[in-house]
């Protein structure tokens, strides 16, 4: 018997929508791109032209009453991201919305509630946890290649010396915006991913722009997981000028792994592949990694390229599973585990604020 056919929604036409969302409904089995909420269009903006096919929608109100569609994307700024969730779990459809997930961390707490009562899905689009590279990371910790890991460091490093004027470039105690939410959301959840909790956080956010801007544009976290357990630094920062920015040094008892370069995979998005296309997500094999290892009580370097790309298609189809049997164990990731990064996101701001480390 054929698949059903999934309606997906999409709440917002910006970069987010554009880029990394539609594509990926596009491509994955059984789920029908339905309607866009574009509240307002221009001539050269326009998601009825982009899309002629598709409903638009003026207001995400629109969206949630139609009873045609089971899941809806939410692409919006993180200050939007609580209500509309609600509000589309309360509609009956299930929810893939973006990082960061929600403001705080008991938001998110309400909203797996709200999940639990209305048996629908939530997923959030950490899309970085199939960045190639990190997969590759991943590999190379639980095959034992590095031994014991006592040091990780995953950097989100770039020369930007002008400010961006949204969300991203602001720092509220109230709102989900800055560095900290915007990059930090990654480089902290791909910690999660492979350590688990820290024992606690100490955060040092600065403006390294300089620009008399009162909020941090750059950030360095350390997460410390106790004795024999490794130490994290996750740092994003703005005026880093460099040829090839660092984006992993992992370091253990039986030797160290060192990766350059951002995935490709956002970068072939924006101009126009898909997954599936040939050589999406492939990086040519200069951008390779440097692993170095123990021969002989030598250390010696060797280039390790990485592994065959998953995509970020993974997280849609994951997401389709879910939805068709899977159930919540079957979320690619999870409200809880988004939860859980912004109660490390939360204990960094305190640590950044009241400089001193805070437990969790």
């Not at 919305?97 to 709200?114: C, H, M, R, Y």
């Not at 899309?127 to 997969?135: A, Q, S």
């Not at 720092?171 to 909790?197: C, E």
């Not at 060192?258 to 492939?282: M, S």
């Amino acid at each position: 018997m054929a698949s059903k056919t999934h309606n997906v929604g999409v709440i917002g036409y910006g970069m987010s929508a554009k880029v990394f969302h539609i594509p990926l409904i596009q491509v994955t089995p059984s789920f029908n791109l339905h309607s866009i909420v574009q509240r307002s269009s221009k001539p050269d903006d326009d998601a009825s032209k982009d899309h002629p096919s598709v409903k638009i929608y003026r207001s995400a109100d629109e969206m949630f009453a139609d009873k045609s569609i089971d899941i809806i994307a939410i692409t919006t700024t993180p200050d939007t991201h609580f209500p509309f969730t609600k509000s589309a779990l309360e509609s009956g459809k299930h929810v893939i919305v973006e990082k960061p997930f929600v403001p705080t961390s008991s938001e998110a707490q309400q909203l797996i509630d709200v999940s639990s009562k209305t048996g629908k899905l939530i997923c959030v689009y950490q899309n970085r946890r199939w960045d190639t590279d990190f997969l590759t990371v991943q590999q190379l910790i639980k095959e034992g290649k590095l031994g014991s890991v006592v040091e990780f460091e995953t950097h989100f490093d770039r020369y930007k010396p002008e400010r961006p004027p949204t969300w991203k470039g602001n720092l509220s105690m109230d709102h989900a915006g800055g560095v900290i939410y915007d990059l930090g959301t990654h480089l902290i959840d791909q910690a999660y991913v492979l350590f688990g909790m820290p024992q606690s956080v100490v955060a040092v956010f600065t403006n390294q722009r300089g620009d008399g801007a009162p909020e941090p544009d750059s950030m360095t976290v350390l997460l410390k997981y106790g004795h024999g357990r490794p130490l994290v630094t996750a740092k994003a920062g703005v005026l880093s000028i460099e040829t090839e920015q660092l984006r992993y040094w992992v370091r253990g008892s039986k030797g160290s792994f060192k990766k350059y370069h951002l995935d490709v995979q956002e970068d072939q998005l924006k101009a126009g592949l898909k997954p599936g296309d040939k050589g999406f997500g492939i990086e040519s094999d200069d951008m390779s990694g440097n692993l170095v290892v123990l021969d002989g009580g030598k250390a010696v370097r060797t280039k390790h390229k990485n592994l065959t790309p998953l995509t970020y298609a993974s997280l849609y189809d994951g997401f389709r599973k879910a939805i068709e049997g899977g159930g919540e164990a079957a979320v690619p990731v999870k409200a809880s585990d988004a939860r859980d990064v912004l109660k490390i996101i939360e204990a960094a701001k305190e640590s950044a604020q009241s400089g001193r480390a805070i437990n969790l």
